[in-house]
């Protein structure tokens, strides 16, 4: 499998598997950290109806009543064809909240892959790039979009961002 996360930040892990970031919206990831400081394994069973995992392993769930949908990007420069791959997922979120489904986004520790879905989410609902921003790093933790890379393609627009990324050769 070719690599999908960072290694070189040096922030702490996430003191817990997942939280609420707008009613029925949860951010989290597969990984947590203790308060003893050891990394713990987030196992989803059913506790969402719709799981969104922008980075998989095997044994992470979700439980089989669970809907999930999986679209892995790095924690890195994304293409516009990933740009897409992230309102498409954002829209999938929607959808499933418009529909009143509770809806986990999760990618390793749950900072800046699945907090660029859920603020692209929040956009979509209404909220400015910076309010999605920090309405995401109120809930999950002030690491979360800690990828400025991330945090410039919500303030241009994803389509913008996407237009751009695509002129490199």
């Not at 003191?15 to 394994?41: C, F, K, N, Q, V």
């Not at 790039?129 to 410039?152: C, D, H, K, Q």
Request: charged share 20%; aromatic share 6%.
């Amino acid at each position: 499998m070719k690599k999908t996360r960072q290694r070189d930040r040096d922030v702490p892990g996430p003191p817990s598997p997942w939280e609420e970031i707008a009613p029925g919206l949860w951010m989290g990831g597969h990984y947590w950290t203790d308060p003893a400081g050891d990394m713990r394994a987030v196992v989803v069973g059913d506790e969402f109806d719709l799981v969104i995992s922008l980075f998989t392993r095997t044994g992470h769930g979700p439980g089989p009543r669970a809907e999930h949908v999986v679209g892995e990007i790095p924690d890195a420069a994304l293409t516009a064809e990933q740009l897409h791959t992230v309102q498409r997922l954002a829209r999938t979120a929607t959808l499933a909240l418009d529909s009143g489904l509770s809806t986990l986004v999760r990618c390793h520790s749950g900072y800046n892959r699945s907090g660029l879905v859920v603020a692209q989410c929040l956009v979509d609902r209404g909220l400015t790039p910076a309010e999605a921003i920090t309405r995401v790093r109120r809930g999950r933790s002030p690491w979360a979009l800690n990828n400025e890379a991330f945090t410039a393609y919500l303030a241009a627009g994803l389509d913008t961002a996407a237009l751009l990324v695509g002129l490199d050769p």
